[in-house]
């Protein structure tokens, strides 16, 4: 065993990075470029960047194939993803078993983003980024966005530019590094390294890249399909710590308060813990993966995989031009949902502090069963068809709000590589009527609780974690 002696002196945390992060949230008006110019260097990479996407049978797919005893949808590499079927029984919601399609990707991947100070204010470097499943073409980016198997080039194409910053590291310049889940209705198991890494004066912007303050990417998260979704699950991780300016609206107040552990919460954090471990301990949900060609319901056609009565996605196939990426063409599957999905937390004050009504969801793509979730997850169309006691609690409230109480509204993309067309109406609504006594299966939770559970691994999920930074920025 190695003296204590020679393992050097004993750190602590370093106090200042939380008071230097709040300085970045705080600085909305302009860093390196002000708002009329990141808009023009927007304008300029959305006229550079060209991408050319149209659907083609799935059959036209060269170097994609369905295997032939399972019927799943691979790559020919054996590598990316494939697409797979899954049987689930739960003991909870209104449908108790079922079978579908689901994306297999073992893989790892990295999404980091490279943070260095600036004229004394902390800046993100974030990319321009056309997704072939965008709806709108080029949105902001981390600095990296990569598989394993795109970094590791099994594509046959160039490099991941900065991708070095955060496979190499060093411990006392990383802010956050955390494994988070990704859409768990769509996925199966998936995880990515959400990290926020500092660099030196010696890491410049390339074309494609631009310095912004977490101010300022927080506040663009406002606009439509912006702000994409590997951008906003790595913001959400950042260790905020609390606020230090007196908020000028009583709703910034309360969440000022909120974001402070020493302000409390209706609930201890032990407590917090306890009752998440109940929801694992409550619920079952047994998902195995069987081969595609044997999910009933689903019906394979000549330009789809498609569930019979047009609900929940579809799985088409694309072929893409583009003249910005690592390579220039390529043909893939992408799952297009059906209909617009809604994400909501309703929150309200208790003794002046701003508390989140969390629901603990159940979705077979997930690691252990649970996760946190919105108040309110759901794409409406998927239950048309449904009684209204089997209908979402407090859909009916989030889908027509009260516009007083609305304090965030905006539609924002799922991520692009994987999902085609991929919308959700993200809300934050303040509603005094909602019950203290959370219904079950929910929780009230203060921001600075849902902060810390952040920083570990499956506990909030993706559309969770997009509403946190919402949050920030509302």
Known sequence: MQPVAELGQLRRADPSRSSRVERSLRARDGGVLDDAGFRAWLADRRRAQRQEVRRVPLAAMDRWGFAHETGNLGHVSGRFFTIEGIHVT??????????????????????????????????????????????????????????????????????????????????SRVLADVLQSEQ????????????????????????????????????????????????????????????????PTPFAEALRRSRSAEEGGLHTTTEVLSWITGMHARHELHARRIPLCTVGDWKRTDYEIAHVEGRYFKVVAVDVLANSREVS????????????????????????????????????????????????????ENYAHLPAEHQPRFLDLVLAPDPAKVRFDTVLSEEGGRFLHARTRYLVVEDDSVPAQAPPGFHWLTVHQLADLLQHSHYVNVQARTLFACLLAA
């Open 184 to 247: 768990g209705a769509w996925f199966y198991r998936k995880r990515n390294r959400n990290m926020v890494v500092e660099v030196g004066d010696d890491v410049e912007a390339r074309e494609d890249f631009c310095w912004l303050t977490l101010g300022q990417l927080l506040a663009l998260l406002d606009e439509d399909d912006l702000v994409g979704m590997d951008t906003r699950t790595v913001l959400s991780c950042i260790p905020y710590g609390g606020a230090e300016a007196e908020g």
């Open 329 to 380: 063409s390529w043909r893939q599957p992408l799952l297009e949902p059906v209909g617009t999905g809604v994400a909501a937390l309703l929150v309200r004050e208790f003794h002046g502090v701003l508390h989140v009504l969390v629901n603990a969801h159940v979705e077979p793509g997930y690691l252990d069963t649970v996760e946190l979730a919105p108040t309110v997850q759901a794409t409406p």
């Open 90 to 171: 739960t003991d909870s919601g209104a449908v108790r078993e079922w079978a579908q399609p689901i994306i297999n990707q073992p893989e790892i991947g990295i999404l980091g983003i490279a943070v260095r100070e600036i004229d004394g204010v902390l800046h993100c470097l974030v990319q321009a980024k056309y997704e072939p499943g965008n709806v709108n073409g080029v949105q902001l980016s981390p600095t990296v966005q990569a598989t394993r198997s795109n970094y590791m080039r099994v594509h046959g194409g160039a490099e991941v530019p900065y991708l070095s910053l955060f496979r190499e590291a060093e411990p």
